[in-house]
């Protein structure tokens, strides 16, 4: 089973928050940077749900922003994550959540993945991030968000048993 964990870089919410020069964001300039909280709870999900496949399974992380989110890339990758992505793109931060899903189903189109884990919401914006809008990137059906519950080995893609929300994680 293809895998792709979506994953989006934050800053620590402890830091201490500037308005940038243009005032339409806030200043990178001293502040901690960490993966969102709900994205590595997706993370974590799909490393469960690749143990519970066994080996065959191929687990993706994909973030997307300025040279920095390679950090972000690095700790999943050490959670478990067998490859990473990282799309080049210093101004995610003024795109919305339907642009970052155009994004990223750009790069996932063709590339057969069977399950793509989202985070429910991102820590700094607060909105619901590519749960439901990327699925309509693909002219799928949306849906709310859902996680795997206990996936016996050998099922197929088509017969996951699905509950809903758990932890902020979306499937």
């Not at 080049?88 to 189109?109: L, M, R, T």
């Not at 909105?127 to 693909?138: I, Q, Y």
């Not at 002219?139 to 699905?162: D, I």
Request: aromatic share 8%; charged share 25%.
């Amino acid at each position: 089973m293809k895998i792709l964990v979506c994953i989006k870089q934050v800053p620590d919410m402890e830091s201490r928050f500037k308005v940038n020069s243009s005032g339409d964001w806030f200043s990178d300039a001293d502040l901690a940077f960490r993966i969102n909280e709900y994205d590595e709870y997706a993370v974590e999900q799909a490393v469960q749900l690749r143990e519970q496949l066994g080996d065959s399974s191929e687990l993706t992380v994909l973030s997307i922003g300025p040279d920095r989110v390679q950090e972000a890339i690095k700790k999943a990758l050490a959670m478990g994550c067998d490859r990473g992505v990282h799309i080049q793109d210093p101004d995610v931060h003024k795109k919305d959540p339907w642009q970052v899903a155009s994004i990223i189903a750009a790069y996932a189109k063709g590339k057969n993945f069977d399950l793509i884990f989202t985070g429910f919401q991102s820590q700094d914006r607060a909105p619901p991030k590519w749960g439901s809008p990327l699925p309509n990137s693909w002219v799928m059906p949306a849906q709310p968000p859902w996680s795997v519950s206990n996936m016996p080995t050998g099922q197929s893609r088509r017969s996951v048993s699905w509950r809903g929300e758990s932890r902020g994680l979306s499937a």
